[in-house]
T-cell receptor, first 111, second 113 residues
Framework: AQTVTQSQPEMSVQEAETVTLSCTYD???????LFWYKQPPSRQMILVIR??????QNATENRFSVNFQKAAKSFSLKISDSQLGDAAMYFC????????FGPGTSLSVIP | DADVTQTPRNRITKTGKRIMLECSQT?????MYWYRQDPGLGLRLIYY???????NKGEISDGYSVSRQAQAKFSLSLESAIPNQTALYFC????????????FGPGTRLTVL
């Protein structure tokens, strides 16, 4: 069965600092995509970043970047220069036709 | 207009009632999904459909049924609602689950008394 682990149920970061959210997954696939989604208090799910497993380079989207370690099946999300609007639940979605999500990490940003 | 819409947005009902949650999408995607979100449990997959004639159970399908009326419409039914079905329900869609971003509806807050 597909497993997804987000080992940090809650995290906090000072505004303007950097925080890393972890995600590990299990797959037998060799070519796949990984996703991080954000759910702010409005509850709308929003794509943050996507990583293609066959690409060596880690994906970057403005202040958001990933540290993708394929062999370790690890896919962490790094948020730089944290802003108050980054406070949200963050979900990792690993490779699977029926998209399965991790349990989420609740991120608080301290002014 | 939103790409994925859900109706109703909020619903309070009583134990034993039949409830239908509706989802419509204008993305033209083949794949549609229903998720349930509970605090501390993240999103759990209830049912998914890869096309109009293909419907599959997810992790937690007991107590739920679905209908894919058209490519753009995917409904979730609770035949006899119970209090532990109180949750936030999301519909989502994408074209290819492996590679494509999922597009989510705004969610339906369901309370079963």
């Amino acid at each position: 069965a597909q497993t997804v682990t987000q080992s940090q149920p809650e995290m906090s970061v000072q505004e303007a600092e950097t925080v890393t959210l972890s995600c590990t997954y299990d797959t037998s696939e060799s070519d796949y995509y990984l996703f991080w989604y954000k759910q702010p208090p409005s509850r709308q799910m929003i794509l943050v970043i996507r990583q293609e497993a066959y690409k060596q380079q880690n994906a970057t989207e403005n202040r958001f970047s990933v540290n993708f370690q394929k062999a370790a099946k690890s896919f962490s999300l790094k948020i730089s220069d944290s802003q108050l609007g980054d406070a949200a639940m963050y979900f990792c979605a690993p490779p699977r036709d029926k998209v399965i999500f991790g349990p989420g990490t609740s991120l608080s940003v301290i002014p | 207009d939103a790409d994925v819409t859900q109706t109703p947005r909020n619903r309070i009902t009583k134990t034993g009632k039949r409830i239908m949650l509706e989802c419509s999408q204008t993305k033209g995607h083949d794949r549609m999904y229903w998720y349930r979100q509970d605090p501390g449990l993240g999103l759990r997959l209830i049912y998914y459909s890869f096309d109009v004639k293909d419907i599959n159970k997810g992790e937690i399908s007991d107590g739920y049924s679905v209908s894919r009326q058209a490519q753009a419409k995917f409904s979730l039914s609770l035949e006899s609602a119970i209090p532990n079905q109180t949750a936030l329900y999301f519909c989502a869609t994408n074209q290819n689950g492996r590679v494509d971003t999922q597009y989510f509806g705004p969610g339906t807050r369901l309370t079963v008394l």
